[in-house]
Every structure is written in structure tokens, then in C-alpha cells.
């Protein structure tokens, strides 16, 4: 039997941390508000029912929320961590559309690792405010020379930064940004965020 040797290519990812006054509790109603919830299997019901591509991304639409994406996941990290003494509201939500995924999917269907994106929603230590953290979708999926899904991926990022910017519309600072190692920088910076260099 042949052994399977993997392959190991080292790239780097930017993370954005915004911090808001709002409460924990109002941005995660803000994001219910604006986001479709698809955690009842709507995407496998719409792959089953849907004969066509117009089918398909219809009901997609119908689904997602008016920021145009849905929810697929949430796991209330907070809920579990109280067993080990830890007193704070943390939620990592996984979501997206397969209609975006599909704008980066069709240049390389490797980008399909990081969409659905993800982020976390933490409550301050202080019990004041809360703090979202998410990994520029960009930042993940293009790690070779590809233009068309780096176009597509930068899109996506403007999308999310236009939901967490909405949510979080009290924001009072956007904290420093976690770096990792072997860190390129093809990307141009997005006026209101700021990265680690």
C-alpha cells in the first residue's frame, strides 16, 4: 500500500477585532435581525428540491437576510465554559451564502475552507460592551497568484465589513490585529480597518 504524503504550503491570515459599547446581548440581536437563519437545513432541503440553477439561487435569496447572508452554525462557547469557571457570553457563529461562495468556489474550489466564514462575539471582561473577531475572509482563500478570486474574496470582505459595522454601529475603537507567521501582504487595506504590519 502506497503511504499518502501530504503536501504543506505555509501562508498567512489577517484578523480584525471591532469592540463596540453595545451590549453582547443587542449585537446578537442585531445580527438575528440581519442575517437568514438556515440552521434547519434549508441549504440541503434547497440542494434536494431545486432542479435548476434559477430554483437553486432563488430560494437562497428567500432565505438569506437583508445583509444577504444566513446563518448555518452557532455554538455557544460560553454556555459550555461555565463548567470550568469561566463567566462570559461567547458565541462562534459559521455563516454565508452558497450564491457568494460560488463568486470565489468557481476560481478555486480549495476557497471553500474558509465559506461559510466564521467570526466569534465576545462579552467584554468588564461586562460592558463586546468585542467581534473574524479572519479576513481574503486573507485565507487567496494564497496563490489568482486575480479573479482575490477580486471575489475582496468583495466578500466589503460585505462582511458592511454587516459588522452595522451591528456594531456604537463602535468605540477597532482593536490591534493578531498577526500570523509567515505572513504575505498582497492586500490593500480597507479604509476603516487596521492590521498588523
Same mark, same amino acid.
Given at each position: ?13 489577517? #484578523? ?11 449585537? +446578537?440581536?442585531?445580527?438575528? @435581525? &440581519?442575517?437568514?437563519? =438556515? ?52 458565541? #462562534? ?11 470565489? +468556489?468557481?476560481?478555486?474550489? @480549495? &476557497?471553500?475552507?474558509? =465559506? ?82
Amino acid at each position: 500500500m502506497t503511504k499518502a504524503m501530504p503536501s504543506v504550503q505555509s501562508f498567512g491570515g489577517r #484578523r480584525v477585532r471591532y469592540e463596540t459599547a453595545r451590549s453582547f446581548k443587542d449585537v +446578537l440581536v442585531a445580527l438575528r @435581525a &440581519a442575517m437568514g437563519d =438556515a440552521t434547519q437545513g434549508q441549504l440541503g432541503t434547497a440542494v434536494r428540491e431545486c432542479a435548476t440553477r434559477e430554483l437553486f439561487e432563488q430560494r437562497m435569496q428567500e432565505v438569506a437576510g437583508d445583509s444577504g447572508f444566513m446563518l448555518f452554525f452557532e455554538m455557544d462557547h460560553g454556555a459550555w465554559l461555565k463548567t470550568f469557571g469561566v463567566r462570559r457570553k461567547i458565541v #462562534r457563529w459559521v455563516f454565508g451564502n452558497p450564491i457568494i461562495a460560488y463568486t470565489m +468556489l468557481r476560481h478555486d474550489v @480549495a &476557497a471553500g475552507l474558509f =465559506a461559510p466564514i466564521e467570526f466569534v462575539l465576545i462579552e467584554n471582561e468588564s461586562g460592558h460592551g463586546s468585542t467581534l473577531t473574524y479572519d479576513l475572509p481574503s486573507s485565507l482563500m487567496v494564497i496563490d497568484d489568482n486575480p479573479p478570486l482575490l477580486e471575489a474574496a475582496k468583495a466578500l470582505d466589503r460585505k462582511l465589513v458592511e454587516l459588522v459595522e452595522r451591528v456594531m454601529s456604537a463602535i468605540t475603537r477597532e482593536l490591534p490585529v493578531c498577526r500570523r507567521p509567515n505572513m504575505r501582504d498582497p492586500w490593500k487595506t480597507p479604509s476603516k480597518l487596521h492590521f498588523a504590519r
